[in-house]
Nanobody, 119 residues
Framework: QVQLVESGGGLVQAGGSLRLSCAASGRTFSRYRMGWFRQAPGKEREFVAA????????YYADFVQGRFTISKDNAKNTVYLQMNSLKPEDTAVYYCAAQVVNGTPYDVWGQGTQVTVSS
């Protein structure tokens, strides 16, 4: 069984930075893309960023606006989300997910890590 475990969340002031990590453990599994999503209280979960596991192409939501950077370390089976210039509206639970096959839903999810940005 594959597990995704996020870490790195916390409380930060507006304008600050956080780096989230997502480590995959368990049986070896191939994946097409790894992504970060977030869900704020009372809102639907939304896409934040993704990276192709092979090749490294990256994708971002418009609201990232150059503030976030997704990266990966294949050897460590880990994906990162560097978040700079954080805003109070970035407050949410951030989830890591794996898309095993291109064009299918993300089907492996982590438990989430809370990010709170104070004004």
């Amino acid at each position: 069984q594959v597990q995704l475990v996020e870490s790195g969340g916390g409380l930060v002031q507006a304008g600050g930075s956080l780096r989230l990590s997502c480590a995959a453990s368990g049986r070896t599994f191939s994946r097409y893309r790894m992504g970060w999503f977030r869900q704020a209280p009372g809102k639907e979960r939304e896409f934040v960023a993704a990276v192709r596991w092979s090749g490294g192409s990256t994708y971002y939501a418009d609201f990232v606006q150059g503030r976030f950077t997704i990266s990966k370390d294949n050897a460590k089976n880990t994906v990162y989300l560097q978040m700079n210039s954080l805003k109070p509206e970035d407050t949410a639970v951030y989830y890591c997910a794996a898309q095993v096959v291109n064009g299918t839903p993300y089907d492996v999810w982590g438990q989430g890590t809370q990010v709170t940005v104070s004004s």
